[in-house]
């Protein structure tokens, strides 16, 4: 754990030159707009420890699969979140001599701020060179999310002690490399540039997928706020553009290098046309001007703070944490554009190659569900069932048949490709957080008819895919499901783990349901439908029938628990007090073999069964599983203590709920895992999110009614949250003394508050005090 950062409640602040933990502040300091992003590096030239990393939403690379032997079935390839152009490049020389804080004689009063309250990444240092000579530099940059192709950077570098001539070179940057790259190949191809007198661009090309990107940039430059003519040395290569300035400087004046970036992809516009495209963008920065684009960008996100805002009293480091998860997921994923999804590193980092996980539906979805508009909930499901077909295509290719669909673990088009076995053939989970997704939509919003245009169809390639499965057992008299790996990948291969079986069956309810709706409202679209995917449905809905009555649950009942999967409970039964301190995290410090053979628990897997099924199991089955689980698990997954912490505020452990809220809102701030160099964990921030809105603030939509049983954790003195629900707004405050309600909305809203119905009317409100 590391705790360099300091505690503010509505921003990041790093005090103090820390080389050694760049790589981290690179991705916590990562800014974004949903379009793209950037990591916090430096403007200037770093020749020390450093992850370079730029990203465009939806651009990505086929690297080929190396493994070291080959299975049939195994993905052709990793998709890889590209390393873009850089935009931010401007290096400096000062009489000849580079800045470079790596190389730096000297370093004080170092500063970088992420303010989060207006999406500005600010940076501010005083440098003594090699040669002695001392300057004073600071540095303000924003992709904008008011106009999403622009991104604008304000660099000011005052000599201190000298006047002399800077060389600033403000550049285009694609002779970029990807950390990850199997092979160690560069994956951009230059198809243009070329650098005038303060304006430059680079036009580059994916390889194989051929995506175009144009970074395009101008800039001026002003001495003590007044712009000054010069002169530019144009520099143009393969992938590179800059121009580079002489400027010569009094001692104690200010040189200001105002530089404005556009960055256009191929996924907007035909290549023919990026150029044009990317200078339109420019002309619109540059006419507005960096002070009055930043107002606009500030204005935006006040908007997106008034909507989606947590405020904790009492406890800045909690409140700091919050609203770092929800700043990152905004910046991650806008929902304006439904080609578009949410990485498990966003645009902090290149890690886990591919977009889009499981992790988008079972804990991003209920985020935007309850803070956005009800169409960006809707764009992530549509996203899914465009990729039905290839989901279709991924289990054929491992022998299932029959419009049977499998959807990815890893993925950016549809296609899996994710390349160790026991994830890509064995964590056949994911499928059924698509189907719980779809049922968490309609649950929430109320849009059944979703399942007329979109879910049925998806609901039925996915129950196919478990039909075809599981297996019956001659001796046990019961259908199982052998060969698979839960949620918790410290266990692979495992025969009949709960969690996946009773999903499965889950999975099979619910498309029966979802059919007999359709079926009933719209018999013409269920034939129509019917008839497109050849459904057998008298056939076929025996045989899910006779899973759903005959399916294996493993269970001890003198423990009174589900056992995570056969053969769990002759383990060794240790729990995680066992542990050295040198031990943790396991998985950097034990052999895999060790970790696969001991008992301990990567994150929820029978309890994420019972977290998503609560209303399926008693207070006690809950409180007995949990108190055997969770002293098992040892949280290295980003997405288990969100789980863990719902859980135990239901069961009243305020202490526990307490603890797993931290970890899971300050894994990334404080390193907690000793991961977080290579990105953020952008997708478990949703759960964070849970950790406090679905565990202290005890929500839930239940039979077309919000339901709430909040509490405060002791050390805080006030929680407020805003819901959004079927178009109102719902507005909580839980203090030490009573819970308020206020309703936003012209119109009325049904509530259960702590198992007592209400219905507080339109822009009323509701307030009931602790008993």
């Not at 192709?149 to 660099?155: A, F, H, Q, S």
């Not at 478990?466 to 046990?476: D, L, M, P, T």
């Not at 679209?525 to 006779?546: M, Q, R």
Request: glycine share 6%; with cysteine; proline share 3%.
């Amino acid at each position: 754990m590391k705790q360099y950062l300091k505690a503010d409640p509505w921003s990041i602040v790093e005090e103090g030159w820390n080389p050694e933990y760049n790589e981290i502040s690179e991705s916590i300091f990562s800014i974004g707009n949903g379009r793209f992003g950037q990591r916090a590096n430096f403007e200037e030239v770093f020749s020390g420890k450093t992850l370079q990393g730029s990203y465009v939403g939806g651009i990505y690379y086929p690297d080929k699969t190396k493994v070291g032997w080959w299975k049939i079935g195994y993905p052709e390839y990793f998709a890889k979140v590209l390393n873009a152009p850089s935009w931010i490049g401007i290096p400096i020389d000062v009489d000849g001599e580079k800045l470079d804080l790596a190389k730096a004689k000297a370093v004080k009063n170092f500063k970088r701020e992420l303010n989060m309250k207006c999406g500005l990444l600010s940076r501010s240092f005083e440098i003594q060179l090699t040669s002695g000579k001392k300057l004073k530099v600071s540095s303000s940059r924003f992709c904008s999310i008011t106009d999403d192709e622009l991104g604008v950077i304000r660099y000011e570098i005052t000599p201190l002690n000298f006047s002399g001539t800077l060389t600033v070179t403000p550049d285009v940057d694609a002779d970029v490399v990807n950390q990850d790259s199997n092979y160690d190949e560069k994956f951009w191809i230059g198809i243009d540039s070329e650098a005038k007198r303060r304006k430059a661009y680079v036009v580059a090309e994916t390889k194989k997928t051929e995506f175009q990107v144009c970074t395009s940039i101008k800039f001026d430059l002003k001495v003590d706020g007044k712009i000054i003519d010069f002169s530019t040395y144009r520099l143009e290569k393969e992938k590179y553009a800059g121009c580079q300035v002489d400027v010569e400087m009094e001692e104690g004046k200010t040189l200001t290098i105002e530089k404005y970036a556009s960055v256009v992809s191929s996924l907007n516009y035909a290549k023919n046309e990026l150029v044009e495209a990317g200078d339109l963008a420019l002309k619109r920065a540059h006419k507005k001007g960096f002070d009055q684009l930043f107002d606009e960008h500030a204005a935006s996100w006040t908007a997106k703070w008034l909507e989606a805002d947590i405020s904790i009293e009492g406890d800045v480091s909690a409140q700091q944490a919050i609203r770092f998860n929800i700043f990152q997921l905004y910046q991650t994923y806008t929902g304006e554009d439904e080609r578009l999804n949410i990485g498990p590193k966003g645009f902090t980092g290149e890690k886990y190659g591919g977009s889009t996980y499981w992790d988008t539906e079972a804990y991003c979805l209920p985020f935007y569900l309850a803070t956005a508009d009800q169409e960006v909930g809707r764009n992530l499901l549509i996203y899914r069932y465009k990729h039905l077909q290839k989901a279709i295509e991924n289990a054929a290719k491992l022998g299932f048949t029959d419009g049977a669909a499998l959807y990815p673990m890893v993925t950016i088009n549809g296609e899996e490709c994710h390349n160790e076995w026991e994830i890509t053939f064995e964590e056949i989970h994911r499928n059924g957080a698509i189907a719980y997704a779809i049922y968490d939509y309609i649950r929430y919003t109320g849009d059944k008819d979703y399942l007329i245009s979109y879910g049925l169809e998806v609901l039925i390639g996915i129950a196919r895919f478990w039909a075809q499965r599981v297996h019956w057992s001659e001796r046990n008299g019961q259908y199982m499901m052998h060969g698979v790996t839960g949620p918790n990948e410290y266990e692979n291969n495992v025969n009949n783990n709960w969690y996946t079986n009773y999903l499965a069956v889950w999975c099979l309810k619910y498309a029966l349901e979802a059919m007999e709706y359709v079926e009933e409202k719209e018999p013409t679209t269920f034939e129509a439908l019917s008839d497109k995917i050849k459904f057998y449905k008298y056939t076929e809905i025996k045989l899910w029938k006779e899973i759903i009555e005959k399916m294996y649950f493993p269970e001890d009942k003198d423990l009174g628990i589900f056992v995570q999967h056969d053969g769990f409970l002759d383990k060794e039964l240790m729990t995680v007090s066992d542990l050295k301190p040198e031990d943790r995290p396991i998985n950097q410090n034990w052999s895999w073999d060790r970790i696969l053979r001991s008992v301990f628990i990567k994150q929820a897997d029978v309890l994420q069964g019972m977290y998503f099924f609560d209303d399926d199991f008693s207070e006690d089955q809950l409180r007995t599983n949990f108190d055997f689980y969770e002293p098992r698990t040892v949280h290295e997954s980003s997405l288990s203590p969100c789980v863990h912490s719902i859980l135990a505020a239901a069961l009243g452990k305020k202490e526990k709920a307490y603890e797993m809220y931290l970890r899971t809102a300050r894994l990334d701030l404080d390193d907690i895992n000793n991961d977080t160099e290579d990105g953020c964990h952008i997708t478990s921030m949703a759960g964070t999110w849970m950790a406090v809105v679905k565990g202290f603030g005890g929500f839930k939509v239940k039979n077309d009614r919000v339901y709430l049983s909040p509490f405060l954790p002791d050390a805080w003195q006030q929680l407020s949250f805003k819901i959004r629900w079927r178009g109102s707004i719902l507005n909580i405050i839980v203090s030490k003394n009573q819970v308020e309600i206020q309703n936003l909305s012209p119109d009325p809203v049904p509530v259960n508050l702590f198992g007592k119905d209400f219905d507080i009317k339109e822009n009323d409100n509701l307030i009931h005090p602790f008993s």
